[in-house]
C-alpha cells in the first residue's frame, strides 16, 4: 500500500516497494501526523536492503511516502538521524527518523523585536522573510492560505526563540488557528487557517463501524473569572503588572457568565508579558476564555476504518471530522481526528486521537480480521436458538445493576462500589470483560485490545478464522486447512476457516483439504446400523464404511465385507460380457461356495467337506473323492 523512497541532491532511489519478494523492503515504518504538529517517520532497514549502506544523510536526505492506492503523498520530511546496529542474533540494520518540512521552521531563531498593528499575515510574511534570509534555499518557507483578516492579536514581540515557537506563543496560543507545511509546485508553503481538513460523510456508528467508546470528563482546568496580566511595570525593581482596572470600571478580572452558571466563581490568572497597553491586555483576556475555558473531554474506543474494503468510504486523516452516533451514550456529534498513527505494514490499524484540541479518543486499533463481514446464514439451528434465548433472559433480567463512570472506563456492577462489587463488567481502552470475583478480576470472559477473545463457551451461527489452535497442539487447523488432532468429536454448528479449505456445517458435514490424526483416534457413534459413517468417493469407485461392514463397488464390480456372521462377498456384475463371479466366505459355516474356479498356489484345507461339480452339474464330494483315489492307489 506504501511506496517509499529517497532523494539526495536529485538522485532517487526506492526504499521500500509493495513487491514482497523485492530486496527494497523495511523491516518496520511507522508515521505519525498530528494538527499543528510536525510529522515524523520512523523506519528500520535490514541490511539487504540495497540502501543500507549508503543513501541515508543525516539532515540532507529526503523522505517521501506515497499511498499506492490513492496515489496522495503522505509524509514528506528529512532524515533527522538514523543508528546502526546488530542484535544478540548477529543481525544488522539501520534505525533511522524523518520528520516534515515544519520542522524546517526549528532551524532559525527570530530576534527580538516588537510588532505593532501587524495583521495575522503581515506578521507570518515578516518571519517567514527573517527565516529565508539565514537559512539555505531548500529550507525556505512562504505564505501560502491565511483565513484570519485584521490586526488580530494587536502587539506582538519575538524574543530570541524558533520562528516555529514563535508563531505557537504569538498566535496560536492566543487566537486559535492551525498551521502545516506543503509543497506547492516544488516549492514549501505555510498555511495558517482557523481549521484545515474535510468534514467527513463516513459515519462511526455503533453496531456498524464502532466497536467501542469510553467518555470522561474533566472540569478541573475550568476558570470562570480570569485575572489578565501583562508586562512588568518595573523590571527588576517589583513584580508589579500591568492590569486591566485602568480601563475595566476599577475591576481587574472579567467574568465568563455561563462558565459561573455552572460551576461557580473559579478565579485564575493568564501572564502576557509583553502586552503593554490595558486595551489590548483586555482583548487578549476575553480571547483566551474564548480558546481555553472548556471541559476536557476524553473519547477512548475502538472503530472500523471501512475505507480499504469500501472505496465510497472516507479513510481517516489528522485534521478530518468525522460524526459518532452512539445512542446508548446519547453521543451524536462531530468529532475531529487530531493525531494520526499507522504502521506501513498494518494500515488498516492507525492509532488516533480524536475530538477538539482538549477532546480526545487514544489508541483506536483497527484489526483485520474485523474489516470482514460475512453474511449469516437464514436458517438457525436448535443450540443457536436456545443460546440466544438464554442470552436475551439473562439481559432482560440484569435491570438492577449500577453503571459507574470510574476516570477513564465504565463499570457496570451489582453494587455502586467497586471495592464491593462482586459482578463486574469493565469496560476501558484495554478491552471489555466480565467478572464474578470483582473488580481485580479475573476476568474469565473478555475481549481485549490486542484482538484476543476469552470465553468459556461460543455459540454461533458461523465461526470463521484462518487458522484454529487449541493452544496445546492436540488440534490445529492451519491456513491451508490442515487438520492436526490427537481425537475430534464434532457435535453440531458450523466451523469455516474463511478461506473454503475447511468447514464444517450445521449438519455435521466435515470438508477438507486434509485431515492427520496422530496418536489418537476419531470416535464416531451411531443408532442406524444402516447408515454410513465414513465414505471416501473418487471418480467412479466409492468406498462405504458402515456400523456393521464395509463396502468397495465400482459401475462393474462391489465387493463387500459384513461383520455380522463375518461373511466375504465378491460379484461380478452381470451385465458385462463376462461371466457372473461370485466368491461368498462364511466364517461361521466354514463353508466356502464359488460360481467358478478356485486357483491356489498351495493347499486347500477345509475341516469341513469340499464339494465341487462335473460338467453335468453333478456334485462332487472331495472328501469322498480323496477316499476313492486312495483306494484305487492301493490296489
Not at 422 to 445: A, D, I, L, Q
Request: proline share 2%; with cysteine; glycine share 8%.
Amino acid at each position: 500500500m506504501y511506496e517509499i523512497s529517497i532523494d539526495n541532491g536529485g538522485t532517487t532511489q526506492l526504499i521500500h516497494e509493495t513487491d514482497s519478494h523485492s530486496l527494497r523492503r523495511l523491516a518496520a515504518g511507522k508515521l505519525a501526523e498530528e494538527v499543528s504538529g510536525i510529522p515524523s517517520f520512523s523506519f528500520t532497514v535490514p541490511a539487504s536492503n540495497p540502501c543500507f549502506a549508503s543513501g541515508l544523510n543525516d539532515r540532507r536526505t529526503i523522505i517521501t511516502m506515497t499511498n499506492t492506492r490513492t496515489h496522495e503523498v503522505e509524509f514528506e520530511g528529512t532524515l533527522l538521524n538514523s543508528t546502526t546496529s546488530m542484535s544478540t542474533s548477529g543481525v544488522l540494520s539501520k534505525k533511522a527518523v524523518a520528520e516534515g518540512f515544519l520542522a524546517y521552521l526549528c532551524d532559525s531563531i527570530q530576534p527580538y523585536h516588537h510588532y505593532e498593528g501587524k495583521t495575522v499575515a503581515e506578521f507570518l510574511t515578516a518571519l517567514l522573510d527573517w527565516h529565508n534570509s539565514i537559512t539555505p534555499a531548500e529550507k525556505h518557507i512562504t505564505l501560502g492560505s491565511c483565513d484570519f483578516s485584521g490586526d488580530n492579536t494587536n502587539s506582538k514581540t519575538t524574543a530570541y526563540r524558533s520562528t516555529l515557537e514563535e508563531i505557537k506563543i504569538n498566535l496560536i496560543e492566543r487566537i486559535g488557528g492551525e498551521i502545516r507545511v506543503r509543497r506547492v509546485n516544488g516549492s514549501l508553503v505555510l498555511d495558517f487557517l482557523h481549521q484545515y481538513g474535510t468534514t467527513s460523510s463516513t459515519k462511526i456508528e455503533l453496531a456498524k463501524n464502532m466497536k467501542s467508546l469510553a467518555v470522561s470528563s474533566d472540569s478541573t482546568h475550568i476558570v470562570s473569572r480570569l485575572i489578565p496580566l501583562g508586562a512588568q511595570l518595573d523590571p527588576g525593581n517589583s513584580a508589579e503588572r500591568l492590569d486591566i482596572t485602568s480601563i475595566n470600571s476599577g475591576c481587574m478580572y472579567i467574568d465568563d457568565a455561563a462558565a459561573i452558571a455552572a460551576y461557580g466563581v473559579i478565579v485564575g490568572t493568564v501572564t502576557f508579558d509583553d502586552i503593554t497597553v490595558a486595551a489590548n491586555l483586555l482583548s487578549a483576556g476575553q480571547a483566551y476564555l474564548a480558546n481555553n475555558n472548556r471541559i476536557k473531554k476524553s473519547y477512548a474506543g475502538q472503530v472500523l476504518d471501512l475505507s480499504l474494503l469500501d472505496s465510497s468510504q472516507q479513510s481517516i486523516r489528522a485534521g478530518n471530522t468525522y460524526t459518532f452516533v452512539n445512542s446508548f451514550m446519547g453521543l451524536n456529534e462531530p468529532l475531529r481526528v487530531m493525531k494520526r498513527t499507522v504502521d506501513i505494514f498494518k494500515p488498516w490499524t492507525p492509532q488516533i486521537e480524536i475530538g477538539d484540541k482538549s477532546e480526545r479518543m487514544t489508541d483506536i486499533a483497527v484489526r483485520t480480521n474485523q474489516l470482514i463481514e460475512y453474511e449469516l446464514p437464514q436458517r438457525e439451528n436448535s443450540i443457536l436458538s436456545s443460546a440466544r434465548d438464554i442470552a436475551t433472559a439473562l439481559i432482560n433480567a440484569g435491570i438492577n445493576g449500577y453503571v459507574v463512570v470510574n476516570g477513564n472506563e465504565i463499570l457496570i456492577m451489582d453494587t455502586p462500589d467497586k471495592d464491593t462489587a462482586t459482578k463486574v463488567w469493565r469496560w476501558n481502552s484495554g478491552g471489555f470483560g466480565y467478572s464474578s470475583n470483582g473488580y481485580e478480576g479475573p476476568y474469565s470472559t473478555a475481549i481485549t485490545m490486542n484482538g484476543a477473545i476469552v470465553a468459556d463457551f461460543i455459540t454461533a451461527g458461523v465461526l470463521r478464522g484462518i487458522e484454529i489452535n487449541n493452544g496445546s497442539g492436540t488440534f490445529h487447523v492451519d491456513s491451508n486447512g490442515n487438520v492436526v488432532a490427537s481425537s475430534m468429536t464434532i457435535n453440531d454448528g458450523t466451523i469455516n476457516n474463511g478461506n473454503g479449505t475447511f468447514n464444517v456445517d450445521s449438519s455435521g458435514n466435515v470438508s477438507a483439504s486434509a485431515i492427520t490424526i496422530t496418536g489418537g483416534s476419531v470416535n464416531i457413534s451411531t443408532q442406524d446400523n444402516t447408515q454410513s459413517i465414513i465414505q471416501l468417493n473418487g471418480s467412479n469407485v466409492h468406498n462405504k464404511q458402515l456400523p456393521g461392514g464395509w463396502q468397495l463397488w465400482s459401475g462393474t464390480f462391489d465387493t463387500e465385507v459384513i461383520a455380522d456372521g463375518f461373511a466375504i462377498r465378491f460379484s461380478k456384475d452381470a451385465s458385462t460380457s463376462s461371466p457372473t463371479m461370485t466368491l461368498t466366505i462364511n466364517a461361521l459355516a466354514g463353508q466356502i461356495d464359488a460360481d467358478g474356479q478356485i486357483n491356489a498356489g498351495g493347499n486347500i484345507s477345509s475341516g469341513s467337506d469340499v464339494i465341487a461339480h462335473d460338467t453335468g452339474g453333478n456334485a462332487i464330494s472331495m472328501r469322498n473323492l480323496a477316499s476313492r483315489v486312495a483306494a484305487l492307489e492301493n490296489q
